[in-house]
DNA sequence: GTACTATATAGGAGTAAATCCTATTTGTCA
DNA sequence: TGACAAATAGGATTTACTCCTATATAGTAC
């Protein structure tokens, strides 16, 4: 149900990188090692970092790159449909290049979001008439509140 | 379902405003006059404002009022239980004194939080053991999209 | 009503996140 | 191999808060 230490394999890490690379290449848009760098990076980790932890994560092996890039490719990956921003209320945005389905834990003490998959919640239906009117693009699941760690902290 | 075109009446503001001074009172909180036109000013809206937009609205009635109170003030509503922050990726935080169940669609054009209400939606089941874990505070049913005037717009 | 005090406010400074600007570089394709 | 549109680096700017501190005021005690 709550997944947790999550490290991607090599095999599966090389796979979804010839995808992306298929998917650029789809759109038009250069493959270049700040991109398959950044996507990479995102596909390491399940710990929705925002644009400014992948840019610290990131510079360790390449010094220099910019934190602009690391924005814009970011939402370029969300556009091209390679990864999610997280719903959450407020705090900076977060990133997820998991498109399986599945939900989101947040903690709104330590702001730790973790995943978790419930398959009654990808199954939930819209009403009836919503798409008269809206064009609906993403539904989804959410919940926050406060993690074990950050529980147990508190005494 | 899509709730739309709405306005308090003057019998529920005096009511909810009475109630709100009550909730001070019982938090030890001061009833100031921004404190009283801040939830006021809430409560006549649908529109899920920002602080800024509150502070916009707010400073024609009262022209002295300081953005710093407004941002302080939205969160004390929100840590009294007068006031809710909308859930959605990125962006502004954006409030909501409605505490009545419903759920909202957010347009990603043109950023308008609509309310709708879905029955299902307030009953859905938390994952069985989520709770040993996490303590769970909030659970959000959110849809997100294009709405009507922009897909419109469009063409 | 007056005085006291803890709380709240105004206004400005400071900070964090994201976006914009532009000269330079680079991936792609002919 | 060369041309060019797209992408990047790095700095400037904007946006959305948050922090600081002197002043003001709501609540209470007299
Ligand atoms: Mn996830
Ligand atoms: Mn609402
Ligand atoms: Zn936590
Ligand atoms: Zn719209």
């Known amino acids: 149900m709550i997944k947790e230490n999550y490290t991607i394999n090599s095999a599966e890490l090389e796979k979804k990188t010839e995808w992306f690379i298929g998917k650029c290449r ?3 848009l250069k493959v270049t090692p700040q991109r398959l760098a950044i996507y990479r990076e995102l596909m390491k980790t399940d ?22 890039t690391v924005n814009r490719t970011l ?30 834990f947040k903690c709104i003490k330590c702001k730790k979001i973790y995943d978790f998959h419930h398959k009654p919640f990808d199954d939930i239906k819209l009403p009836p008439n ?26």
Request: charged share 30%; glycine share 8%; net charge negative.
């Open 47 to 68: 710990e929705h970092p925002s644009a400014e932890m992948m840019y610290n994560k990131l510079r360790q092996d390449y010094p220099g790159i910019s934190l602009d």
């Open 26 to 28: 789809e759109k038009g």
């Open 130 to 155: 919503i798409n008269k009117k809206f064009k609906i693009l993403r539904k989804t699941v959410y919940l926050e509140g406060i993690c074990d760690i950050c529980l147990e902290e508190n005494e």
């Open 75 to 104: 939402i370029t990956l969300h556009e091209m449909g390679a990864a999610n921003i997280v719903e959450g209320s407020g705090d900076s945005k977060r990133y997820d290049c998991n498109m399986d389905e599945h939900q989101h």
